[in-house]
Each structure stands twice: as structure tokens, then as C-alpha cells.
């Protein structure tokens, strides 16, 4: 059974549409990354789902149960870990007096082990966490009860390099371990890295969703070259140069085509520099889905 | 079971307890005071006499000459039903609105509790300043009277403090409603401030004047110290009437928060 299946999900605020008829589904065991950049409406499609917000029109189903009912989706709820976007606390509790609270509710089976990997200082007051503390502090409680479904906001804001690799490695073996994992993130890095498939929100609608590769194939790498002798477009005959810019013996481009053809064009030129990195994911957008509204 | 409310209390604990003992300090200054008004020379009661009636009433000033009398007037109309009351209306205020306002609630709400059960178990953890205040309180007064040698009569101050349930439950209730409503934590409370305030001004000021009425919608109408403590006459209508408006405002206030947008 699909874990989230969302059908025509909208959310308006007066004349702002949030979530404009958005339409995909959620298999079990794999983890979907919903991409788009800030604003997009991620937020909105996740408290929606939570049930904290009542969809406008259309609906979600979460193991079968309507969101849009308090009393369906609260059979779902035992089988959810939530992780908010800038999760936030009671500040004079102490760490291990909310994660007790937190397990009264749904249980914490998981919790010692999870405190292994993630270590806020529990015995502290909350008052007295750092972003990144806080972060872990609320992944443990996504995670205690051994939900079979994640759904968490920007995971990764605030942790450091070695926490979000140490994070992103956690939930590859969630995954393996059979568990869903639906989470929001602005960082194409991130989501090439953990994700099975990609959705991508941009001003509410959804422009797409496939697969990381294919995504990936899509997006393309941003290519930055740095010649003896100034280049001109004109000097590549190669399909899937995009958005080509030259200032005197720099040059950059978005490239989507064969690698084999670039390197083979760029044997032609003395190269002093090259730089190949992932597209920010704006580069994305505006490359590839700017034109299609 | 009740897993919110304990949690919620808990961090009421502290603040209840210093409530407690500040009320407790100043119930035996006032108390102290008592002998030299009850000794002096002065008529203090033709002078209270000559007050406007809406400050008189407002205030429960009756005569200051009795013990039952100055308590009632300076400890227990001032201090328990304005101040108290003010205080349950600011926590009540200060139960959703504020963690709402914050996302604090949404890690709550993941959680497969009901959303109104969730309001009603912080409501039910205003339980314990009110207990906790209604204990101590009595002990205060009556051991001071006991000290000064003028001592009340326990029955009737007991009477004084369980009769002053319903109406504290119900500024908490008036907190609690606007806390559903309004999206500011600080807008909620310090409009539950207001709104308490303000019904306390409407019941003193319509005292004897041909709008008297008027004050009938104040909460502070149905709850008269000077009454129990002086004049030892026990009226169970009016705390039952209050009882069952609570209730009323505390179900509307769970119905509004199960529907809302958070």
C-alpha cells in the first residue's frame, strides 16, 4: 500500500495559493525528497498532512487515512515520526524531561540507540541548546517510537557537516530496514545524495517528480572553464550546453549532455582550469522548468 | 494517562509555589495591620460609609471594625477575586496561543492525541495553582488571625475558598478561550488580562446606578466575600452558575481549537 498518497492537495491563504492541485504518491520503503526553494510551499503541504492545517481542497491519505478527519489520521499518527522545520520547545525543560514526555505519548523503544548516534546534551534546559542541538534533540523524538513513516522538514538546518552525513547514512539504512521517508529540503546536494525520488514545488504547483538520475540527467553539472585563449559558444559543438557565459578567458555553462562529447571538445582548447559541481538548484529551476508556465 | 496535564503542571510548579507564599506574606501583613485599626480611636466605619457605593461595593468595604470584615474587604475582594482572578486569566491566556505561535505544539500534535484533548489536559493543569492556593491561603489567614487574637471562623473561610473555585476555573476558561483564537501567545494573555480587568470595572462601577444590570455579565458579580465571611449567609446558585458558564466557554474553546488552522 502506498504510505502518502496526496490528490489534488490545496491550500490557500485568501488570494495566496500555496499548494495549488497537487497530485503524487508515496510508496512504502523508499525515501521521496520534496525539493524546491524557500516559499515554494513545502511547509504548507506538510502540515497539511499532519493534520495541523485543512486543505482547502483535495486531500492526502496517510496508510489509507484522511487527513482532512482528526479522529482517521490519529490511527495513522502512531506510525508517524514528525520532525517540524525549526522544531521548537518548552525552553526550561531539560532534553530528557521532553523526550519523557514525548515517549508517554508514542512510546520510545528506539531512544538510547538514537542517543548514540545523536547526543544533545539531555540533561540540559532547552533554553541552553545550540541550533545544532536542537535539531538532534528533535530528530531523537522523530525517531524513538520506531515509526514505519518519517515526515520531517528540513531535516539537516543547523546540523554540522558530520552530523547531516552521519544523518543522511541513518536514514539509508531506515530505508533498507523497510521504513518510508518523505522529507522537504532547498539543497539538490542533499536530496541526490539520500533520495529514491524527487518532487519539486516551485509557487505551489508541482513541476515534477522522478527519479533522482533522471532529475539528475535534467539538472545537469555547472561547468566553469578557464582557457589560455578566450572561448566562444560557438567553439563547442556539443548538445546540452546551456545558459553559456564568457568574460575574457573564463567561461561557464550548465551542461546536460554526453560527457564524453564535452571532454572530446574540450581537448580542442588548452585548458588552464576546470571546475564541475552540482547546480544550485535555482540553476535548476531556471534552466529547466523557468519557461514552462 | 493525563500525560499533558502532569507534564504542563510541572512547570507551573515553581511559579505556583512562589505565588503561594507571596499572597501568604502579604495576607499576614494585612492581618497584622488589623489590631491597630480595630483599636483606634477613628471611625473608620463612618468614613467607609461616606465612600461612593461603587467603590464600597466594588471593593467589598463594609465595615473594617471585624476582623471577617477587613478580610473580606482588603484580602479577599482585592487580592483572591481581582488578583487571583487576573492570574488565572494570564495562565489561561498563556495555555495554546503562545505554542502555537511558536510551532511548540506541532510536536505535540504528531503524537496520536486527540487536538482537544490536548487543550483540555493544559486547561486541567490550572488545577494546581488553584489547589494548591486554596490550601495555603486559608492556612495564612487563619493562623494570622489566630496570631493577632481576633480569629475567624475556619468554616466560613473554607466556605470563602471553595465557593472561589468555579469563578478562578472560570478566568481560566476566558484565558483559554482567547488562547484558542487569538495567534499571539503575549496577545492572548494580556487580552485575558484586559477582559478580566474590564468585567471587574463594569460590575463596580454599574453598582447602584440604573444600569446595574450591566455588571450582571462579570464574573466578580457572583462571588461576594464579604457576604460568607461577614454575613455568613452561603449562596450555592451563583458559584453554580459560574461552574456551568465555565464549562460552556471551556467546550466552545475545545470545539474552535479541534478545527482551527495551526
Redesign the interface.
Known amino acids: 500500500m502506498a504510505a502518502i498518497e496526496v490528490q489534488g492537495l490545496t491550500k490557500a491563504y485568501g488570494d495566496t495559493v500555496a499548494n495549488d492541485h497537487l497530485d503524487f504518491t508515496i510508496e512504502s520503503g523508499e525515501i521521496f525528497g520534496y525539493l524546491g526553494p524557500n516559499g515554494a510551499g513545502k511547509s504548507t503541504t506538510i502540515?497539511q498532512l499532519?493534520?495541523?492545517?485543512?486543505p482547502t481542497e483535495g486531500t492526502a491519505r496517510i496508510f489509507g487515512h484522511d487527513v482532512r478527519s482528526?479522529?482517521e489520521l490519529?490511527?495513522a499518527?502512531?506510525r508517524?515520526g514528525?520532525l517540524?522545520g525549526?522544531?521548537?520547545?518548552?525552553p526550561?525543560?531539560t532534553g530528557a524531561?521532553l523526550l519523557d514526555?514525548?515517549a508517554?505519548?508514542?512510546g520510545d523503544e528506539r531512544r538510547e540507540e538514537l542517543l548514540d548516534l545523536f547526543t544533545p546534551p539531555l540533561e540540559r534546559q532547552i533554553r541552553e541548546y545550540s541550533t545544532g542541538n536542537k535539531q538532534m534533540l528533535?530528530i531523537v523524538?522523530a525517531f524513538m517510537h520506531d515509526p514505519d513513516l518519517l515526515i520531517m522538514d528540513e531535516p539537516t538546518s543547523g546540523l554540522d557537516p558530520l552530523k547531516q552525513e552521519a544523518f543522511h547514512g541513518f536514514l539509508r539504512e531506515e530505508r533498507d530496514r523497510g521504513k518510508t521517508i518523505f522529507f522537504s529540503s532547498h539543497i539538490l546536494g542533499e536530496v541526490r545524495r539520500v533520495c529514491d525520488r524527487v518532487g519539486i514545488i516551485r509557487d505551489g504547483k508541482l513541476v515534477t517528480v522522478e527519479h533522482v538520475e533522471e532529475l539528475l540527467a535534467r539538472g545537469g553539472k555547472q561547468v566553469r572553464v578557464h582557457t589560455d585563449q578566450p572561448l566562444t559558444e560557438a567553439d563547442f559543438d556539443v548538445d546540452g550546453i546551456v545558459g553559456f557565459e564568457a568574460e575574457g578567458r573564463q567561461a561557464q555553462f550548465t551542461f546536460t549532455g554526453d560527457y564524453n562529447d564535452l571532454f572530446a571538445a574540450l581537448a580542442d582548447h588548452h585548458l588552464v582550469d576546470i571546475e564541475i559541481d552540482e547546480p544550485p538548484i535555482e540553476e535548476v529551476f531556471m534552466h529547466f522548468y523557468g519557461g514552462e508556465e | 494517562m493525563l500525560?499533558?496535564t502532569r507534564?504542563e503542571a510541572?512547570?507551573r510548579v515553581r511559579g505556583t509555589l512562589a505565588f503561594a507564599l507571596l499572597l501568604g506574606l502579604f495576607a499576614l501583613l494585612i492581618i497584622y495591620i488589623f489590631p491597630t485599626i480595630a483599636e483606634s480611636s477613628a471611625d473608620i466605619d463612618a468614613f467607609i460609609e461616606s465612600l461612593p457605593e461603587s467603590f464600597r461595593e466594588g471593593f467589598g468595604a463594609e465595615t473594617y471594625t471585624t476582623i471577617e470584615g477587613f478580610v473580606a474587604a482588603e484580602l479577599y475582594q482585592t487580592v483572591w477575586v481581582l488578583l487571583l482572578g487576573l492570574y488565572m486569566a494570564y495562565a489561561g491566556g498563556g495555555l495554546l496561543a503562545d505554542d502555537i505561535e511558536?510551532?511548540?505544539l506541532?510536536?505535540?500534535?504528531?503524537?496520536?492525541?486527540?487536538?482537544k484533548r490536548v487543550a483540555f489536559e493544559k486547561f486541567l493543569s490550572l488545577g494546581l495553582p488553584i489547589v494548591v492556593l486554596n490550601l495555603s491561603m486559608p492556612l495564612f489567614v487563619f493562623g494570622g488571625s489566630i496570631a493577632i487574637d481576633y480569629p475567624l471562623d475556619p468554616y466560613y473561610l473554607l466556605v470563602v475558598h471553595v465557593l472561589s473555585i468555579p469563578y478562578l476555573v472560570l478566568c481560566g476558561a476566558i484565558g483559554l478561550a482567547l488562547s484558542v483564537v487569538l495567534d499571539r501567545g503575549d496577545a492572548a494573555q494580556r487580552g485575558a488580562i484586559a477582559v478580566v480587568f474590564l468585567l471587574f470595572l463594569l460590575d463596580s462601577v454599574t453598582l447602584g446606578t440604573d444600569v446595574e444590570w450591566l455588571g450582571a455579565i462579570s464574573p466578580t458579580r457572583y462571588l461576594d466575600p464579604t457576604d460568607i465571611l461577614l454575613h455568613e449567609t452561603v449562596d450555592l446558585v451563583d458559584p453554580l452558575l459560574l461552574f456551568v458558564v465555565a464549562i460552556v466557554l471551556v467546550l466552545l474553546s475545545l470545539v474552535h481549537f479541534?478545527?482551527r488552522?495551526?
Open positions: 502540515r499532519m493534520g495541523f492545517q485543512a482528526d479522529r490519529r490511527k499518527k502512531a508517524i514528525f517540524p525549526e522544531p521548537a520547545f518548552t526550561s525543560v524531561e514526555y514525548q508517554a505519548l508514542k528533535a523524538q | 500525560d499533558t507534564y510541572r512547570q511558536s510551532g511548540r506541532y510536536l505535540v500534535l504528531a503524537t496520536p492525541i486527540a487536538r479541534q478545527h488552522d495551526l
